[in-house]
């Protein structure tokens, strides 16, 4: 049986962080306020030359490193992102260019906050069925260019960056001791589309708009659609939380992660913490949190690790994967 395993990861940010203390001459909030809401306490920022396809390029090309592959290994490109450089073509197009592939296909993919697990859900279909060996995924945003930022409200929250990794069809045994994908969960619901939206686009205002979110309501559902889906990933691969080694949350906020993991029963030293390195970074915020934990030593090969998003539309999943 193939299986989708992860071979190299990657990340990369933006020189510039920014600390909460900035946004206190910018809106009226405080340091105190963020962290204790969110956990967050700084974010990088995209400078003018820094664009979703320069740090995903980045992301990858140390995702590929990792592997001890080139671009020429690739057939596929999934770029999870809500903040193209352009509405179109495609950014995983320009990212193909850019690392000097001409050979397979690249395309976008967005699912918002969740597009990195849709993105790993859909490599690990096209290595499945055959159409692709090797895929590059990527997750790569820069939202402070969609914030509104006198919105105190959204702008104190989100984070620029990307994360990458090389997925692989590889031969197993068909037991849970086998590295890659074990398990996959994807919902949406459209009737929640107003909560978390973007106010422009090409077919509408003609603009790119700014964020807008309801955050209380977002919370409120947060947890119950994460738990939800993970649940059922659990019940597909039959485990249950106490087998995770690592759970590498979304990180939107550090009271939902806490507030998931402890209505789960997953131990709170298994949890994967960066919303105070990093913000939200939307599709960026899981593999991001990834290279974090691989960098420092947490998450080896061997590992059960389980991933989960939520976001925009709304839309959430959750894939369960031997590292
Ligand atoms: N500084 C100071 N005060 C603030 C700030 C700020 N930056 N932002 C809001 N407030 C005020 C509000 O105006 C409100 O004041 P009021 O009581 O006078 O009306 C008060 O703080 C409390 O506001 P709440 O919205 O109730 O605060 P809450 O505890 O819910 O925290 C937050 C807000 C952080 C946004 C939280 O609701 C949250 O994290 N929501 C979920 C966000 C999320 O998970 N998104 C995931 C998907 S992201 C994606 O898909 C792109």
């Known amino acids: 049986m193939i299986r989708s395993a992860v071979r190299g990861i ?4 933006p020189r510039r962080v920014m600390k909460n203390v900035e946004f206190e001459s910018l809106v009226d909030t405080t340091d105190e306020w963020i962290v204790q809401r ?7 920022i995209a400078s003018d030359d820094e664009t979703t396809a320069s740090l995903g ?15 020429a290994d ?21 990212i193909q260019d850019r690392l000097g592939m001409t050979h397979g296909f690249a395309f976008d993919m967005q699912a918002v906050c969740s597009g990195f697990v849709y993105a790993v859900n859909t490599a690990d279909l096209h290595i499945r069925a055959g159409q692709a060996k090797r895929v590059l995924v990527i997750g790569s945003e820069t939202f402070s260019r969609i914030l509104d930022w006198e919105d105190r409200t959204t702008c104190v929250l989100f984070g620029d960056g990307a994360g990458a990794v090389v997925m692989e069809g590889v031969e197993g045994e068909g037991s849970l001791a086998d590295r ?7 919902r949406s619901d459209g009737a929640q589309k107003d909560k978390l939206f973007v106010d422009g686009g090409p077919s509408t205002t003609g603009t790119v708009g700014h964020l807008r979110m309801q955050g209380r309501e977002v919370f409120k559902h947060a947890v119950g659609m994460i738990t939800d889906v993970i649940e059922d990933v659990f ?15 979304h990180q939107a906020n550090k009271r939902i992660i806490d507030a998931s993991a402890k209505k789960l029963g997953i131990a709170e030293e298994k949890v994967i913490i960066t919303v105070d390195l990093h913000g939200n970074t939307s599709a960026a915020s899981v593999p991001l949190a990834l290279a974090h934990a691989v960098d420092e030593g947490k998450i080896k090969r061997g590992d059960l690790v389980l991933l989960e998003a939520m976001g925009g539309g709304f839309t959430w999943g959750a894939v369960l994967l031997r590292w």
């Not at 969110?38 to 990088?44: C, E, K, N």
């Not at 390029?57 to 671009?71: C, F, M, P, Q, Y």
């Not at 019940?235 to 949350?249: C, K, Y």
Request: proline letters at 4%; glycine letters at 10%; aromatic letters at 4%.
């Open 10 to 13: 990657g990340s990369a940010l």
């Open 38 to 44: 969110t956990g967050i306490r700084q974010r990088h």
């Open 57 to 71: 390029e980045a992301a990858a090309r140390k995702a590929l490193d990792d592997a001890g592959l080139t671009s």
């Open 74 to 94: 690739i057939d596929l490109i999934v770029l999870a992102t809500s903040t193209p450089n352009n509405t179109f073509p495609a950014t995983a197009v320009e």
């Open 180 to 186: 890659g994908v074990i398990a996959s969960s994807l």
């Open 235 to 249: 019940g597909r691969a039959g485990i249950t939380a106490e087998d995770i080694g690592w759970f590498v949350p």
